[in-house]
């Protein structure tokens, strides 16, 4: 379990018991009950971390709900979106083995996750990682309860596929942006689990190069 279950959950059980205590032990029905809904939410189960060459993991539990190509900078990326309810585990891990490059946190509002716009417009933490050779993006984005992101490595720090890296409190939703040339794996409507359901698959770097190069030879 996450500790920040505890911080939730102990003072509730604490209070439950002193208004059984001091008032009717049906009282205590409500606090003990919210304690309870704090441990299971910040459960934080183990999971089986695939290690086939490129595969690039889930960021968290929950339902796909966008495949789709973007450009950001100029380059052609291929984006998978994932709605994480307030029923789904919102422990966050690494999607892909790499270093990290580049942490942005950007402030923002507070839309529906399932709103395409809050990609853009919500408050998020966005992450690039370096990962064989390609830069593979993943932003923490918070939801319309969500109102903590909480990411742990730092600038500058090793990542291995599957590791836990943070947290979004209650509603959410987690992106993950990848090279056009990734061989996507999953689709809308798909339920995901962090760390083990495998979302795509990078191409190696070299291969990757190849067919820009090809491209570029075709366009002339």
């Known amino acids: 379990m996450v500790r920040d279950g505890y911080f939730y959950a102990v003072p509730l059980i604490a209070a439950g018991i002193l208004i059984g205590w001091l008032t009717q032990p049906a009282w205590a029905v409500i606090p003990l009950l919210l304690a309870f809904f704090f441990l299971w939410f910040f459960r ?79 408050e998020q933490n966005i992450v690039t990682v370096e990962a064989e050779g390609q830069k593979v993006v993943f932003k923490q984005i918070a939801g319309l309860l969500a109102r903590r992101i909480v990411f742990y490595p730092k600038l500058g720090d090793r990542l291995e596929r599957g590791q836990r890296v943070g947290l979004i409190k209650f509603g959410s939703r987690v992106d993950v942006l990848l090279d056009a040339s990734a061989r996507v794996s999953v689709k809308v409507g798909d339920r995901v689990k962090g760390g083990a359901s ?12 190849a067919g820009a190069a090809s491209a570029a030879e075709r366009a002339h």
């Open 44 to 122: 934080d189960p183990e999971r089986v971390i695939p290690d086939k060459p490129g595969a690039v993991v889930s960021p968290g539990d929950g339902k796909v709900t966008d495949v789709s190509a973007v450009t950001s900078g100029g380059d052609r990326l291929t984006r998978i979106s994932i709605f994480l309810s307030v029923f789904n585990v919102h422990v966050n891990r690494s999607p892909v083995a790499g270093t990290i490059r580049d942490i942005r946190y950007q402030r923002g509002q507070y839309l529906n996750a399932m709103n395409q716009t809050s990609a853009e417009l919500n």
């Open 198 to 209: 495998v979302l795509a698959y990078l191409q190696p770097a070299e291969m990757t190069g």
